[in-house]
């Protein structure tokens, strides 16, 4: 079951990022407002992937000020993409004894044992961004309909290349994200279904053939994977001058790969349709510079003002469910039925994604999270340091 509801977007202006990102490793600070019972003795504990991606760093400030700014102390730790140190890292949150988790998995499907620990002593866990898998113990999702960040890159596609009235054939080629990520599955397959009459059809061809997730797949997303990857389907199927006309690639990091890929080796003259997630401050650069061509934009800050309105009705002792959407300041959507973890059905948030291209950019400066560089031609962080 999926409940919509239109909210007004209350935009957060100006948000201050610690001042060096490289620097916030893992923190305990004061409530701000420690007198308050209700929130201000209470402290949440936030485990993020990861510091090499940019939204990560974006995700973990977020969260920590909004957390911060409502009277809750926050622990936060970044655990370098390794598994180990994610369940190490988590562990010693609980042995700190944090009321509640929020957790953006490594690997969704390593933190059982873990989560049986936090269970075992009452600390709910949410599940931020990637779902975790085989274990009772998370109460709730909160992401973005992944399903759709696919769509929106397929349907992108399909209309640049007007595909319901040209004839083609057209040339695409697929890069996919980690296969440890539930994300990952839901981004591809979102793509994949909104292409595929096309490719069915004839219209749109895959010269290496790769058409399965698992063929496309690339570890912790890695940019340098996406890269040679790339670099390897070039040299195999393109180097005689076939045109390439597509890259499709599940977000940034890998179009970052890819687009150096194309850029070092591609033997076409046409600079090929280039699709993104996550508004990455470098990708938006190669949006300018018509190296990228679109991204899909999730605003994280909303994800994380999701996040603080579910975390706040369960520490307060409710039980979040869709009449929470209207004080979620962001367009959502509450799922009971779409995200299966091998255990459970996992209630779910979902925030609505949207395109951005080099046509709409000062959308993003609207968010107030994004500003125009001095020449107004690309666009910077309005955090101080990144
Ligand atoms: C997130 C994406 C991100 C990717 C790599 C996914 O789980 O939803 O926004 O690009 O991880 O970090």
């Known amino acids: 079951m999926k409940t919509t509801a239109k909210k007004v ?42 510091k090499s991606l940019e939204r990560w760093n974006r995700d973990g400030e ?14 936060l730790k970044y655990s370098d993409n390794k598994t180990d140190q994610q369940n190490n890292d988590i562990q010693s949150m609980i042995a700190d004894g944090v ?29 931020y961004d ?11 999702y909160v992401s973005f309909d992944n399903y759709t960040v696919g769509k929106l890159q397929g349907e992108f596609v399909r209309d640049q290349l007007k595909l319901d009235t040209e004839a083609g054939p057209f040339n695409i080629e697929f890069t996919a994200g980690d296969p440890a990520d539930n994300n990952a599955g839901f981004f591809f397959n979102g793509a994949y279904d909104a292409l595929k009459p096309y490719i069915d059809e004839g219209k749109l061809v ?17 940019t340098d994977t996406a890269f040679d990857n790339m670099q390897n389907t070039l040299a195999s199927y393109y180097s005689d ?7 499709l690639c599940s977000n940034d990091s890998t ?28 990708n938006l650069r190669n949006i ?22 579910v975390a706040k009705a369960i520490l307060e002792g409710g039980t979040p469910d869709e009449g929470l959407l209207s004080s979620l300041g962001a367009d959502a959507s509450y799922d009971t039925s779409s995200y299966n973890n091998g255990v459970k059905v996992v209630p779910s948030y979902l925030l609505v994604p949207y395109v951005i291209t080099k046509d709409n950019l000062q959308k993003l400066v609207d968010t107030g999270l994004y500003k125009w560089d001095a020449n107004e031609k690309y666009l910077e962080s309005t955090a101080e340091t990144t």
Do not use: H
């Not at 510079?289 to 003002?305: L, R, W």
């Open 241 to 247: 001058g076939t045109k390439l006309d597509v890259a």
């Open 99 to 127: 009321d509640l988790l929020m957790i953006a998995a490594i690997d969704g499907s390593t933190l059982t044992q873990t989560l049986d620990d936090a269970k075992a002593k009452n600390i709910p866990v949410i599940a």
């Open 130 to 140: 990637r779902l975790i898998m085989n274990t009772d113990a998370v109460s709730y």
């Open 9 to 50: 977007f209350a935009a957060l202006a100006s948000l201050t990022l610690c001042a060096s990102l490289a620097a916030c490793g893992t923190e305990t600070t004061p409530a701000a407002n420690s007198g308050q019972k209700a929130s201000g003795t209470k402290t949440v504990g936030i485990a993020m992937p990861t």
């Open 62 to 75: 977020y969260l920590k000020k909004q957390f911060e700014d409502s009277g809750y102390k926050v622990e």
């Open 255 to 282: 179009a970052m790969g890819v687009a150096k890929a194309i850029t070092s080796d591609y033997a076409g003259d046409n600079q090929p349709i280039l699709t993104g997630q996550d508004g990455d401050i470098t």
């Open 288 to 309: 300018v510079d018509g190296i990228q061509t679109m991204t899909v934009y999730k605003n994280v800050n909303d994800e994380a003002g999701a996040t603080l309105a």
């Open 206 to 222: 895959i010269p290496s053939g790769k058409t399965k997730f698992e063929q496309v797949a690339t570890p912790e997303w890695k």
